[in-house]
């Protein structure tokens, strides 16, 4: 039997056993996402000796770990809260600390209710649902299926909106719904990273939220003359070569073209819209000389930049 992608899932021994002695994973199916609410969130700081109190809550709990590791036992199965890795507790089921902590640890929380109680699959019928994309459409439409616990190939987006969560509770926004849609947010990226396992790549929302990124990015510094791929991977904190290789997977061109583009496209608009000389534009434009400026304008445009400037111009003489 295929269980949970290595790269999305990391299989503990302490897992439910079959009767063949092989590990299951359980799932969590939560009804009803559009009446899901969040309640509220923290970070939990913890000192070694720390055991996780014995309780049996009304809500649901999701915890992304942080630093160093604690282990919690939900009515029998235990769990590993390590940096990068999701836990979600069940509501209307006792769990506690399987032992006192070693080491400094920390990590997120966020408490949430549904309108109905959370249903908890075994992974045959989890993956029944999981590898049939009819079966997503009809089970999901107003559902979430989770892993009782998982590690997302890219945890770091997921960090980012436990932050931007824990901002807007310290700095509600104009309206409450701000809160829920981001926690809805979170959720529904979780379990498309999940859903990205069995469903080839279709629904690997962790990589379009890094290209996102990288765009917002490249719009905020093109202009800057030094501004790079590699400039742009310091940035994010990411390889080089593992970033472009996503980018040109869902973008269809590599970063360094990307880049250009936006720079053309700016560069563009001042040649129509201002008197500034050729030079100038391609330095504003983030060119580091005139000569590529034009090399480039004219590879993507069938023209040099004089020529779309004339161009422009004769087609916006009024005549009087």
Not at 101 to 113: G, K, L, N, Q, R
Request: hydrophobic share 35%; net charge positive.
């Amino acid at each position: 039997m295929r269980h949970i992608p290595t790269f999305l899932l990391r299989k503990r021994a302490n897992r439910v056993y079959a009767s063949d002695g092989e590990s299951k994973m359980n799932f969590v199916l939560f009804p009803k996402l559009s009446a899901l609410r969040a309640s509220n969130c923290g970070i939990a700081i913890l000192n070694p000796g720390w055991v996780h109190p014995s309780r049996r809550l009304g809500t649901s709990v999701l915890i992304l770990g942080k630093k160093s590791r604690a282990e919690i036992s939900e009515e029998g199965e235990r769990f590993a809260v390590e940096p990068g890795k999701f836990v979600i507790l069940a509501a209307e089921r006792s769990h506690e600390g399987v032992r006192p902590i070693d080491e400094p640890a920390s990590y997120f929380w966020m408490h949430f209710s549904t309108a109905e109680p959370p249903l908890v699959l075994g992974e045959g019928e989890a993956l029944a649902i999981l590898r049939d994309h009819g079966a997503v459409q009809r089970t999901l439409s107003d559902s979430l299926l989770l892993p009782r616990e998982a590690t997302p190939a890219d945890p770091k987006v997921f960090l980012d909106l436990f932050h931007d969560l824990l901002f807007e509770q310290e700095h509600p926004s104009f309206t409450p719904q701000k809160m829920q849609y981001l926690f809805k947010l979170m959720l529904i990226s979780l379990n498309e990273t999940v859903l990205a396992g069995f469903i080839e790549g279709k629904y690997d929302t962790t990589r379009f939220s890094l290209i996102y990124a990288a765009i917002q990015s490249i719009h905020e510094n093109f202009t800057d003359g030094n501004f790079s791929v590699k400039s742009l991977s310091d940035i994010m904190g990411y390889n080089p070569d593992y970033l472009g290789r996503i980018f040109k997977t869902r973008m269809g061109k590599s970063l360094g073209d990307y880049i250009i583009d936006q720079r053309i496209k700016y560069a563009s608009c001042l040649l129509e819209e201002s008197n500034n000389t050729i030079d100038s534009i391609s330095y504003d434009s983030g060119f580091n000389s005139p000569r590529n400026f034009v090399r480039q304008f004219k590879a993507r445009k069938g023209e040099t930049p004089s020529e779309l400037r004339q161009r422009h111009r004769t087609m916006h003489v009024t005549n009087r």
